[in-house]
């Protein structure tokens, strides 16, 4: 235990500060001190008579020392004591007397003090002209509906970081003049609808880190004067515009979620400002997320498009194949749309998309887009899985008759294409089910699960990307190791085995750089699925990337990997290429001939017309 802080020692403590800058060793010149400072120093015990004849006291620092107890009326004479500050004592409890003489105190701070208990009634009995009370870092579990009751002119309460659970609904019903309450960091779950109906001048609340299950659509109707809201840490699951609307002075906001700064549109500044997707001002944050989601969409629709009319034009060895490419390159095309799409709304919004953020999110250009992302990508997962199954009983059974059919490869297309539009399609057909599955954020594609997110539209994205595309890319990864395995194993030695499978290893080869790719692609998005399952935090940078470049490189590499690598590709090109070059000589070698045999001497042309007369 530390010391013990006796009459002598209180004295000669106080005999060594004056605030005038004059010496003070003994005398009555101890009771005209008006500041003392005794942190620090291992204080383990205080007299009752401590602070006897020290009337004109008006500032005392007790803090960061060994003090458990304060016996009632340690601070009888402190009459013109305006500031107290008690922290880091392990001060487990105190009752209104603890402060009685204390008329004039103004400022009282018991931080990080081991606090379990405050008194169930009339905590400012003592401390009538009371206005700032800093209860920070204890362990108070309850708060008594009388606590407050005599704090009339309190203006700054902080019951930061306790271990408080719940409020009763009247608990702040004297506090006409608080303009600044802290109940951040408590382990509160619920707040009475009316709990802050007599708080009429707060301007400052801060509701932070507490594990709310909701906020109550009326919960802040009282607030007309409040300037700033914390809500950080706070998920708020029936989130609506309504809460907030009736806040016309609110100046600031702090939301868990950059998407909960759409439902106050009037506040002047909410954080935070960005997910690293999204900003305040535009719907795409930076200039390379603008300058690189029409760079993407471009090549996206260029490079499939291409591949489309080239394959159209050239000769293919299996049509049934060249078909199911040109299918695959139409699904990619799409997503080169939706980038487009994604960067043309961006370009409207430029400026005040916060204004706009919840109505385009819940808009049916969003879903659309939305869609429109989903079918590209399932479509292309699933045609790239028959594909390489195909290959797969080229390879592995070269010798079999396993062949689809012209009509097999048409169902098989079609199929495919009528299950990718159920699978986009479903979530927009229940709202209550699957809620607004396409708007949780400006680019309106459902890229992991929140708290916040139904469990049936959770459910159904964890079947989609953990379930069919997962099952899809090990079906991939699987198909193309036993391909390998199966060339490795027969050494394609034989002459007469060499000639068939020579150009199919080479296109095997070509697919093992397709799968490279898509694994390239997926797997952060499987990474990503599985950590918002575990309700670990993502990075708002990360959605940037897996939505601007990581998902739509897929759609951009497909066609220059399928098609533009191919050896028969390229010397069709060339043929076509040497084709139209010679065109223009050829037009020219004609139009020379025609001239040439048009031309002709005139002698040469008189003697043919006497000799044609003599015969």
Known sequence: ???VLSDEQMAALRAAINPLGHSQSHGSDIYLLTVQFLQENCIGMVSILAFNGLYKLQKLSLSQNC??????GVFSDLHKLKWLILDGNPIATITANTFTGLSSLFFL?????????????RLCAHMPLLSWLDIEGNHIKTLGLSTLLTCEHLTVLSLRANLLKSLPENTFQCLRMLGDLDLSSNLIKELPIRIFRDLSSLQILNLSKNPLDQIHPGQFDHLIHLQSLGLEGVEIPNIQTRMFRPMDNLSYIYFKKFQYCSYAPHVRKCK??????SSLEDLLANVVLRVSVWVMAFITCFGNLFVIGMRTVLRAENNLHALCIKVLCCADCLMGVYLFFVGVFDVKFRGEYNKNAKLWMESLECRTIGFMAML???VSVMLLTYLTMEKFVVIVFPFSHLRPSKGQTFAVLTSIWLLGICIAAVPLFNEDMFGNYYGHNGVCFPLHSERMEKPIAKGYSTGIFLG???VAFLIIVISYSSMFYSIYKTGINATELRGRLHKDVAMAHRFFFIVFSDALCWIPIFLVKILSLLEVEIPGTITSWLVIFILPIN???????????TSLF????????????RQPRLKQDRKSLTSSVIYMDPSRSSYYHRTHNQT
């Open 67 to 72: 003090i458990s107890l304060l016996p009632p």
């Open 1 to 3: 235990m530390g010391d």
């Open 555 to 565: 759609s951009a590499l497909n066609p220059i990997l399928y098609t533009l690598t």
């Open 376 to 378: 590209s990508s399932e």
């Open 109 to 121: 701070s018991m931080v990080n003090t081991t606090l379990e208990h405050l008194p169930s009634a």
């Open 570 to 581: 390229r010397e069709q090109v060339k043929l076509l290429w040497c084709h139209w070059q």
């Open 272 to 277: 935070p400002n960005s997910d690293g997707l």
């Open 468 to 470: 069919l595309n997962l």
